[in-house]
Each structure stands twice: as C-alpha cells, then as structure tokens.
C-alpha cells in the first residue's frame, strides 16, 4: 500500500460531529488526526488493490516462466542420467551373462570329469558313461 491512500472519511466533519456532541474542539481535533492516521496505515482503496493485483499477475507469469525453464533443465538432467544408468545396466547384465556362461561350462565340464573318473574305476560306469556320454 503507498502513502497516497485516500483519507476515507472526512475529518472535518467528524470534528463536527465530535463538537456537536459535546466532546472539546481540541479533544475532537486530537481524536480526528488519530483516527486517520489509523485508516492511512491499514486499509486499502480499491485503487489500491488493483495496483497490487497488477504487481501479483506480473511476479506470478514471471515465476511461472522461471518454473517452467527449472522443470526442463531438471527433465534434461534426468533423461541424461537415465540414459547413462540404462547404459551402465547393460553393461552389468552382459559382464554377469558373460561370467555365469563362463561358470556353467565350468560346472558341465567339471561334471563330464567326475563321470569319467567313476566310469574309469568301475567297468559298469564305463559302458553307461559310453551310451549317455559327450563322446557317443
């Protein structure tokens, strides 16, 4: 609110009215200077609001614009940071897929050895090592 708000009463009438009623010119005076001070410091004019309601639509489109600029910077970032963790993904899931085929022909390997040795200690093994064996 600025220091040009409207008095909105009439003073001198007031000390009319306080003068007419009995109250002392100068008591009346004093108690009209008071009373718009009063008003002065806490009620606005409609011309007063309008302005003020300018100011608020500007600040609010001027926010509005510097939310939506924050909003794509930010959509930017996180379209960046997901493209590099899905690449980071793939890469895991192949090292790991690498290693677990690594692994099972380790394991398969390990398992044709074991039949081997059971079937070279026993001559029964030997025969079926032959019939379901990687060498038939």
């Keep these: 609110m600025g220091s040009d708000m409207r008095v909105l009463f009439d003073t001198e009438e007031y000390v009319t009215t306080l003068t007419d009623g009995g109250v002392p ?5 004093a ?5 718009s001070r ?8 409609s011309e007063d609001i309008v302005r003020l309601e300018g100011k608020t639509d500007g600040a609010e489109k001027g926010l509005s614009a510097k939310l939506d600029g924050v909003e794509k910077r930010l959509e ?7 493209g590099r963790l899905s690449a980071k993904l793939d890469g895991v899931e192949k090292s ?4 677990i085929d690594a692994h099972k022909d380790r394991m ?29």
């Design 76 to 82: 930017a970032k996180l379209d960046g940071m997901e």
């Design 31 to 35: 108690m009209s200077r008071g009373l």
């Design 38 to 45: 009063a008003f002065n410091q806490g009620i606005a004019t």
């Design 108 to 136: 398969e390997m390990l398992m044709y050895l074991t039949i081997a040795l059971v079937a070279l200690t026993n001559p029964v093994s030997m025969h079926i090592f032959k019939l379901i064996g990687p060498f038939h």
């Design 96 to 99: 790991l897929n690498t290693k």
């Design 25 to 29: 010119e100068k008591q009346a005076h």
